[in-house]
């Protein structure tokens, strides 16, 4: 019987078409089916044991047969007081499995574990200023309502109460090594969680994740006055609807739009040639008449930052050649550069009329230049931020920067890998000897800094919140270092203080935005989309890095290549992306897919170096692993940097 579970559910709340295709093999699907990941990427083993220590005495439900776990299920029911871990209940064809179930005589605490963070104190901090359910709280709480709707039918002789147990932003760990409670081993091929023996709620320290009732949030959604996700049925109508419709298999054409351009559901090149379906063209054939040809043509979905998308596709506009220059702005452009409305209205006119020349403005980036001071040092950051805190005195989620890479170009053009910084030392608090690292590269002279984005000034921003709340006797340099964060940084977010230092870093994607656009990178200003659009217009690059000059000690030296030739082409004579010439971070999967599974953080780039950095800190491994780990994020992490010289390089020359 295909059962409504709760990965089902959520999966219909995204789209209610996904839950045909999903359970047809016949369909390609990009999502990373691989639990261990998924969990890992969000934090959720360590969170979810750590729940469990915080109920102790609870009774597993071990077996994943659907069967025996009612059965067990209900075996502990009879007794009065009982906490029961993975509890299963079934109704019809709804099944669930509860993270942690505490029976009291007739009530039933339904606690459900997110990894999750939150920086509230009780359910009104899940509302919109109009008192409904925030749109980000949706999943998460829809996610508890479908359970404890669950479990009301399955039980209806209890009182329910329906929690969300978060990690709360609010708290810091008051213990050293908490993560390391909870390490990651392979089990007969199967990942599992091995908790520290005699684990004391002691040993935990103050507890850093918070519950929240969300019973009248959900009352709401049962009631249909927070309930718009289906017009003309309740809570319960629908619950019946997705689960007569997967027990008979019928598709639900749920209505297509700008949620589609994300959709799993789409074929690869090597799909197609094991005869998979895309249910993504599926969809859009039916519900747009498209053409299999159609699919070929310039979508709007593919237009950059364009936020009346699904205005369009209601109008029946599915073509870049149907947007008008009044549906981009009504404005004349900002004047020296590239107004985002120029740049997208570029890109649809680039398209439609196949002019595939890159757009550059020379004067404008002319001027740029004549600011820099060489040597030129070109930054990348690998950071990361896990639920449970790897030392004392962290906040759940609080960033850690555990990796750079530095290029310079000297004033004769001449360009080294001239260093880099990786903390492999497990359950080690990396960021103030990264600091410390990244100071002894760059104090050296008053040279240009670069990044990419703003990931690397946010971070700067958390480490100067950091060593502010550190004690002088614990960093002797404190004040050394939170004077060298302010002068090649500018002050954000959450930091108290005010700064623009004299050094502070250009973005090199702000350069990209206002002065370069080329059609080889569509919707994307990532640095993995400009690069290989620089290197196929450029045929200065592409006769130097030709041949095996990357890497040689006297051309352009390398602290982790060897005389690497980065010029490669396809068989339709494109230039490879530099980017699949590495193997994988993270075996079988790409950098991309990988960000796809972190979702609690604003991860664009760099998910694969934050999984396999993870793994490193949570999992056992042999140091085989681990060291092909560490090679492959060194490599990585240089490309990065080397990356933003060629697009330097590009300019330039």
């Known amino acids: 019987m295909s059962f409504l579970t709760k990965s089902r559910f959520k999966l219909a709340l995204e789209c209610e078409t996904k839950l045909y295709y999903n359970d047809d093999s016949q369909y390609a699907n990009q999502r990373i089916d691989d ?22 005495g609870g009774i597993q439900v071990e077996t994943r047969n659907h069967q025996e776990a009612l059965d067990q299920t209900n075996s502990l029911l009879e007794k009065n007081k009982v906490i029961i871990y993975e509890a299963a209940f079934r109704y019809k064809s709804l099944f669930i499995r509860t993270d942690i179930l505490i029976k009291e005589a007739n009530r039933l605490q339904l606690i459900e574990v997110k990894a999750k963070s939150f920086g509230g104190e009780d359910y009104w901090d899940f509302l919109n200023k109009n008192g409904k359910l925030a749109t ?9 309502a479908f359970q404890k709707y669950v479990l009301f039918k399955a039980r209806p002789d209890y009182q329910i109460n329906a929690y969300l147990m978060l990690a709360d932003k609010n708290k810091r760990a008051s213990v ?17 969680i091995i908790v520290r023996n005699n684990l004391s709620k002691a040993d935990l320290g103050e507890e850093i994740l918070i519950r929240i009732n969300v019973d009248n949030i959900i009352e709401n959604i049962f009631n249909g006055s927070d309930f718009n996700e289906k017009e003309d049925m309740s809570f319960e109508e629908w619950v019946e609807f997705l689960s007569n419709r997967l027990l008979k298999k019928e598709r639900i054409w749920a209505g297509i739009g700008k949620k589609c351009r994300d959709c799993e559901f789409k074929c ?88 595939n020349k890159p757009y550059l403005d020379k004067e404008g980036l002319a001027v740029e230049m004549k600011m820099w001071k060489y040597p030129l040092h070109f930054i990348d950051y690998e950071t990361t931020s896990v639920a449970i805190p790897f030392n004392k005195g962290l906040h759940p989620y609080e960033g850690v920067a555990f990796q750079f890479s530095h290029h310079q170009v000297d004033s004769d053009g001449s360009i080294k890998h001239k260093g880099q910084y990786l903390n492999i030392e497990r359950g080690k608090f990396p960021c103030f000897d990264f600091i410390r690292a990244l100071k002894s590269e760059l104090e050296n002279d008053e040279g240009t800094i670069f990044r990419y984005h703003n990931h690397e000034n946010t971070y700067l921003n958390i480490i100067y919140n950091q060593l502010a709340g550190a004690k002088n006797k614990d960093v002797p340099d404190k ?120 979702s609690d953080l604003e991860i664009k780039e760099g998910g694969a170096a934050m999984m396999a950095y993870a793994r490193m800190q949570f999992t056992e491994m042999k140091d ?8 492959a994020l060194l490599r990585y992490c240089e490309l990065d940097t080397f990356a933003m010289v060629l697009i330097w390089e590009y300019w330039a020359n």
């Open 268 to 355: 690869t090149d090597k799909d197609t040639d094991i005869n998979l379906k895309s249910g993504y063209e599926e969809c859009w054939i039916k519900q747009a008449g498209f053409s299999k040809e159609d699919f070929q043509k310039p979508l709007i979905l593919d237009i950059w930052d364009f936020r009346k998308k699904d205005q369009l596709i209601s109008e029946g506009r599915y073509f870049m050649k149907d947007v008008k220059q009044q549906d981009i702005s009504s404005g004349s452009g900002s004047g020296d550069v590239l107004s985002k409305e120029e740049r997208k209205w570029l890109q649809i006119q680039k398209e439609v009329d196949k002019d």
């Open 136 to 144: 980000g709280w949706r999943p998460y709480i829809f996610d508890v």
């Open 479 to 598: 004040e050394e270092l939170i004077r060298f964060i302010t002068e090649i940084s500018h002050s954000g977010g959450k930091t108290e203080d005010s700064w623009k230092g004299k050094r502070d870093m250009v973005d090199l994607y702000q350069l990209v935005i206002k002065y370069f656009y080329h059609p080889m990178m569509g919707g994307s200003n990532s640095i993995k989309a400009v690069l290989p659009a620089v290197l196929n217009t450029s045929e200065y690059l592409q006769k130097k890095y030709s041949k095996p000059i990357y890497g040689d000690l006297d051309l352009i030296p390398s602290m982790n290549f060897l005389k690497k030739t980065w010029i490669h082409y396809d068989k339709d004579g494109n230039i490879i992306n530099p980017y699949d010439l590495l193997s994988p971070i993270e075996k079988n999967y790409d950098d991309e897919k990988l960000s796809s599974l972190f």
């Open 35 to 56: 639990p261990f990941l998924e969990s890992l990427a969000e934090g959720g083993y360590q969170v979810g044991e750590l729940a469990k220590l915080y109920y102790p």
């Open 176 to 192: 050293d090594g908490l993560n390391q409670c909870f390490p990651i081993v392979n089990d007969g091929g199967k990942k599992k």
């Open 624 to 631: 085989e692993e681990a060291k092909r780990i560490q090679e």
